[in-house]
Structures are given as C-alpha cells and as structure tokens.
C-alpha cells in the first residue's frame, strides 16, 4: 500500500463517521444543528479540520468558495462560533482514534528502529487566555508581577520515526504526568501496535507503580532515570537487573548506565 492509497482509504472512513448519525448525536449537545439549516454539523467539522489560521470571517468566505461540492453557506463568524460550541472536543478524539487505527493496521512501509516502533510522551505547560473562567477549570501560577496567569498541562503520544501523534491530552494545570501517559496508553483500542513497540519517558513519569503498570500491559518501555532513584545510583555494574517490592507491587527492571560525551553519568 502506498502513502496515495492509505490517505484515500482514512479520507473516506473519516467521512463516512462523521456523516453517520450515531456520531451526530454522540458530539452535539443539543439540537442546534437541527434547528441551523445553514450550517450543519458535518460541514461544521470538515471546516474545523481545515485548519483555521485567518479570521474567521475570512476562512468562511475561502472555504465556502474553495469546496463548493459540500455547499457550505456562508454564514457569520458569530453564528459559527456558537454552533462550534455545541460541538464535543471528543469528536475530534474519535476522528484522531480512527486514524491511528487505519494507520498502523495498514501494510505500508513504517519506519522503525531494528523492527519497533518508538513511540515518545511527554508534556508541557501552555498558558491561555486569563480570563476568571479559565483560571478555575484549568488552574493558573502566579508571574513575575504577581498576576496570575491561566495554564494547562499539554500531553502527547507520539510516534517519532514516523512523525505520528497517536494520542493528545489537554487537561488541569499542574501536570498529572503518570495519570496522563496511563489515559494515552488506555486511548490505543487496536492494542496489538504495541506488540512491536517500545515507548521512551523523560524522568519525571518513572515510579515501581508505573513500571508495574507498564508490565502488565506487555508493553516494553525505557525510562531516563533521575538522582532519586537510589538502586539505579547504588548499583555498580554498567548494565544490571534491578528486582523491587514496593508495597503491593513488586518486578523487576534493567538498569543501563552510561556516561555523556560531556562526562555526566545517566541511568
């Protein structure tokens, strides 16, 4: 299967999910889109997933005129933005889901890196608009003159060989970075693509509960392991099994070490 052949095959399997009323009626939150002849609700995401860059009234001008086969009204940015609202973020999620899937159940030519996948999460802060509401769904800190600023914690599943995201997670600030990594993991329904993977964390996910979780889901992982972890600085061989019992969990791990061309030492 070529990239050509793949891309038509998601094009129409993504079409024909949103056309589909059991989608309708799973992501809207009302009946706005029954009352709106003008803007439906498919129309309404295909245009979300264009990508809006410009103003709103610009895109719904381009739009309309650039796929004129979806007859797609013109109607005001003040009238988009309020169907838009009656849209849930998870069909988004669904749409994203249905393309990993196809993706890695396809037979093209994936890169891997000696017959695995490398899949990566990791996550950071993104400050958004401070407004009160925002300030008390998300959470905020305080900047350099003592305001405080609204900020989320961004999460990401991502296929690095093949420049994939498989999974995306927007949520609370501060950070739950084990929580988050366990809801991109439990994301995946075709768990057969980590079969031949193995996925890497920086050293704010590693924990024995996290490990043990890893383990049961027969999934190979390597972590960047901090100071903290005293069996790995105590450990004298190079290159060792680590065996562990922390309360109610218990297995065991291999420990690397290996020095930096800079000549720093990491586990």
Known sequence: M?????LS?????????INSSEFKEAYTADNTFIR???LSFENSIYFILSGLRKSLSIEIFEFSEK?????????????FSKARQNISHEAFAELCRLFVDVFYKSDLELKKWNGFNVFEIDG??????DTQENIEYFGCRK???ETNTALVSASVM?????DVVLDAIIDTYPAKEKNQARRHIDSITNSKIFDNSIITFDRGYPSFEFFNYLDRKNIFYVFRLSEAFEFAKSQSASDGIYEYKKGKVNGKVRVIKFILLHGTKKH
């Open 36 to 38: 709106d002849r003008k």
């Open 143 to 145: 900047n350099q003159y």
């Open 67 to 79: 796929y004129k086969e979806l007859l797609f009204k013109e109607v005001s940015k003040q009238a």
């Open 124 to 129: 950071t802060s993104l400050q958004i608009p």
């Open 9 to 17: 095959q998601i094009l129409k399997k993504s079409d024909k999910l």
């Open 2 to 6: 070529d990239c050509v052949t793949l």
């Open 158 to 162: 991502y296929d690095v060989l093949n």
